[in-house]
């Protein structure tokens, strides 16, 4: 199954890296084929052509964000991973509130 084809998802790639290969310890790889981010050797993020995966979110949160966006579990083949929201960003200037969620990922991971 392809989760990720550059060509239709260049523009969030850019603005995604944009602001997280800033942050302090990101590294990022392909996982599933897609570009993933990692801090410290663990996985907070990753894209999928039509969004964002983001892998340590509050119950909270993914309520929030299911108030502005489509969301749902990621789903790696017939698996289902529930712990990992599936975002998706219909737009670009629709992605600010999304990397809130990317930035707690983030921290949760790089508590650890």
């Known amino acids: 199954m ?3 084809a550059e060509s239709g998802a260049d ?3 850019r603005a995604f890296e944009g602001q ?3 942050w302090p310890g990101v590294t990022s790889r392909r996982m599933f084929g897609c570009p993933a981010y990692l801090v410290d050797g ?3 993020a990753f894209l999928v052509t039509d969004g964002i995966v983001i892998t340590q979110i509050r119950k909270r949160d993914r309520e929030e964000l299911a108030k502005t966006h489509t969301t749902g579990p990621f789903h790696a083949g017939e698996r289902e ?3 990992w929201l599936q975002v998706q960003v219909d737009s670009i ?3 600010e509130r999304v990397m ?3 930035r707690k990922s983030y921290d949760t991971v790089r508590s650890y």
Do not use: G
């Open 11 to 13: 523009a969030l790639r």
């Open 42 to 44: 663990k996985l907070f």
């Open 100 to 102: 809130l969620m990317v």
């Open 20 to 22: 997280v290969m800033d």
């Open 2 to 4: 392809i989760y990720y």
């Open 93 to 95: 200037d629709r992605i």
């Open 81 to 83: 991973i529930e712990r």
